[in-house]
């Protein structure tokens, strides 16, 4: 009799039976460290390229990313960083049952470069004064957009692509310094990337 009930209780443990539903179960068992996406960007004053994990919440409407950046040879020298990112998309639009669009995406970056050439206070070999902001941190602000789809593909079971436009704070003031011969278009740059979400 012992034997049957232990061959049932495992039957039922094996089948599912009696298990917490799919979202709280998967919510119980994945710890706050682990990330909820994959973020890859191309440009946007990271690098030539940046990648890194992202944490979501509020049904992801707002994400943390902590991206490294890094501009090869070819791109114009070889640069790496570290980037804090934090966005919130306020909405999102459903265009059918595996497609949806976010229209706005509001956000800001901090971004860090490596190397003995970029410092956050200027180094005693410079007169004074020679650099009056630092050239190792750059924050900056963006605005954006995104499309996607909510298509299970292997681990992923949403991905999105979005394009952004930003500013940092070295390109607003060297605008307002000069606007004459450095427009506001100029202090824009534009990134394109891609989210995907485990």
Not at 144 to 155: E, N
Not at 166 to 194: C, K, M, Q, S
Request: aromatic residues 12%; charged residues 20%; hydrophobic residues 45%.
């Amino acid at each position: 009799m012992r034997r049957l009930a232990a061959s049932a209780c495992a039957l039922l443990l094996a089948t599912g039976a009696g298990a917490a539903p799919a979202g709280q179960e998967e919510e119980a068992e994945r710890p706050f460290w682990i990330p909820d996406a994959a973020q890859i960007q191309h440009a946007g004053n990271l690098g030539w390229i940046a990648l890194g994990p992202a944490w979501a919440w509020w049904e992801r409407r707002i994400h943390l990313a902590l991206l490294f950046s890094w501009v090869p040879p070819f791109a114009g020298g070889t640069l790496t960083g570290v980037a804090g990112k934090v966005s919130i998309w306020p909405m999102e639009l459903e265009l059918d049952d595996q497609f949806f669009v976010r229209p706005l995406e509001l956000g800001a970056v901090v971004h860090y470069t490596f190397g003995e050439s970029y410092f956050i206070r200027q180094p005693d070999r410079y007169p004074a004064s020679y650099y009056d902001y630092s050239t190792a941190v750059r924050v900056g602000l963006l605005a954006g957009a995104s499309v996607g789809t909510a298509r299970d593909l292997w681990i992923v079971d949403r991905s999105e692509l979005y394009l952004e436009v930003g500013t940092t704070d070295l390109e607003l003031y060297l605008h307002l310094r000069n606007p004459e011969t450095r427009p506001l278009t100029d202090a824009l740059h534009l990134a394109a990337g891609v989210l995907l979400w485990f």
